[in-house]
């Protein structure tokens, strides 16, 4: 071996070391304030019959339709009842659809709750990541009944429902839900708490495909001006579109940087033309822990480990 190519094998071990440390202490930090997580929250408008409800992990979307009440995600395991008391004050129809952005615990969660007649439905690869795992793949009302490769439409007229799915990202099974007569778009965790986007490899996620898939996003979906962020805010599409050339940036610094600068320098550097998704301070109800700037961190730090093994 020679030097220079154990000095690149080096590296890649200790960034890999780096970003296992990393993902410990946001781990970590997650444990430590899981009793702080804020409980299922108020049920808030977005628009006449389309209802964002915050709190107890991932948002979940509540759309209003004809055919009944449709929910993108579903929380923390043993939020079922606490969601439906937030949409029983909105509506006393029955839910006939359940949604999911993507695979995790915390959008997932409490699919379990909802009649095996509920349909359930969710992007291929996020159905077999969600299979994989025995506790959710054990019990039938949990698993989607109905799954999509890259486009999806239910219902008609003001009821209809676009799915899209646009590649690798945050996992990748990551699908992006549109409400066209509405003008509005559920990101899931692709766009959550207006900071770079926790990265799950094991799940397929990867940050050095997330711009694109981003991208394709911001190009192939249309007439969208209200974004639901997968944690946290209500968001606009110019946010959205602020939020995709800042993932843009940060890989396209990691690639330029790799081997000359650290991570630190790679996020410092994008902060005066990011601000907002490189702030300093901790978020309210954020659950995971983390500012946005050491997430930024985080994100580089992957993309030089998913970089070296390319
Ligand atoms: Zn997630």
Redesign the pocket.
């Known amino acids: 071996m020679t030097r220079l190519h154990h000095h690149q094998v080096a590296r890649t071990r200790l960034l890999s070391a780096i970003v296992l440390a990393a993902l410990a202490v946001a781990g970590a930090a997650a444990q430590q304030q899981r009793p702080r997580i804020p409980p299922t929250g108020t049920i808030k408008k977005v628009r006449d019959n389309l209802y964002v409800i915050p709190g107890a992990g991932?948002n979940t979307t509540v759309f209003v339709t004809d055919g009944g009440v449709v929910l993108v995600d579903t929380k923390l395991p043993n939020n079922g009842e606490a969601i439906m008391n937030q949409v029983r004050t909105v509506t006393d129809k029955p839910v006939s659809t359940i949604i999911n952005t993507?695979s995790?615990p915390?959008?997932i969660g409490s699919n379990e709750y909802f009649p095996a007649s509920v349909e359930v439905i969710a992007q291929e690869n996020t159905r077999k990541w969600m299979a994989a795992n025995p506790r959710v793949a054990s019990n039938a009302a949990a698993m989607p009944d109905r799954t999509f490769a890259d486009r999806m439409t239910l219902g008609s007229g003001d009821d209809r429902i676009e799915l899209y799915y646009f590649g690798a990202g945050?996992?990748s099974g990551d699908a992006f839900i549109v409400f066209p007569a509405h003008r509005v778009m559920a990101a899931g965790?692709l766009f959550a708490w207006k900071m770079s986007p926790?990265i799950?490899p094991l799940a397929g996620g990867s940050v050095l495909a997330l711009p694109g898939t981003l991208e394709k996003a911001e190009k192939g979906i249309p007439n969208v001006d209200t974004v639901i962020e997968?944690h946290g805010d209500v968001n606009t599409w110019d946010g959205f579109r602020d939020y995709v050339r800042f993932n843009r940036a940060l890989v396209d610094a990691a690639t330029a940087g790799a081997g000359k600068k650290t991570a630190e320098e790679i996020a410092a550097e994008l902060r005066p033309k990011f601000p907002v998704f490189t702030k300093e301070e901790l978020l309210t109800d954020m659950e995971y822990g983390g500012t946005p700037l050491s997430r930024a961190v985080i994100n580089v730090n992957i993309a030089f480990q998913e970089l070296g093994k390319r």
């Open positions: 991932g993507h995790h915390d959008h945050h996992t965790d926790l799950d997968g």
